[in-house]
Each structure stands twice: as C-alpha cells, then as structure tokens.
C-alpha cells in the first residue's frame, strides 16, 4: 500500500471518528439556534470592530475590553455555543495527536502506539 493510500486510510478513520461526529453535531444544533446565532453575529461584528481599530495601530478602550470579555462570557454561557467549542477541542486534541504520533514515526522516536496508550507508553508520550 503507498503513503498516499495510507493517508487516505487516516483521512477515512478521522472522518467516521466519534470525535469528528461530537463536533458536526454540536455545530449542527448550535447553527440551528436563533440565540446561539445572534450571540455568534455580535460577537464577529464586534470582532471586526475591534480588529480594525488594532490594525490601525490603536488600543482598545477599557470598555471595550470589557465589552470584548462580557460577548466572550455571553458565547460561553450559552450551552450550545459552549458544547461546540469543547466538542472543537476534543476534535483537535486528536488531531495533534495523530500530528505527534507521525511526527514521531518519521523521526524514528518512539514505537507505534495503539487505542489504550497509556502515562507509560513511549511511543507517544502521554
């Protein structure tokens, strides 16, 4: 089989990956809400706003600051938008681990690891 069918292969497990399913259903319903929508459509407009007063080389006021912390608080309090991120990270976790466990192959360090790796195992370092 070459490398390419390989990565394939990967490519196919990372997308039936429970992980991937988690994260596709939590931004599912978190897009299906009116609430979680506009609490997302202030908090990029503020973004933008923001963004571009930086560009411009200036600061943000204080108020915007706090402006910027309570939309932040806001995304986060509401469960939907909140189950998303984490079902986000959980998803990336994996993908940095997939990242590390091939980067250490292609170095040489370390022997191959399997579903239950555990603290002890040195192929992947967790």
Not at 45 to 60: A, P, T
């Amino acid at each position: 089989m070459s490398i390419l069918e390989k990565a394939y292969e990967l490519g196919l497990e990372i997308s039936n990956s429970k992980e991937l399913a988690e994260m596709k259903n939590a931004e599912m319903a978190m897009m299906q809400d009116d609430d979680a929508q506009q609490i997302i459509k202030e908090f990029n407009e503020k973004q933008k706003l923001y963004l571009d007063i930086q560009r411009k080389g200036e600061q943000l006021s204080e108020s915007q600051k706090e402006d910027v912390e309570g939309l932040e608080k806001k995304m986060l309090d509401n469960p939907l938008i909140y189950n998303f991120f984490a079902a986000q990270q959980n998803f990336e976790k994996v993908l940095e681990e997939i990242n590390n466990i091939i980067a250490k192959a292609i170095s040489g360090n370390g022997q191959s690891c399997s579903d239950d790796c555990c603290s002890s195992c040195s192929g992947c370092g967790n």
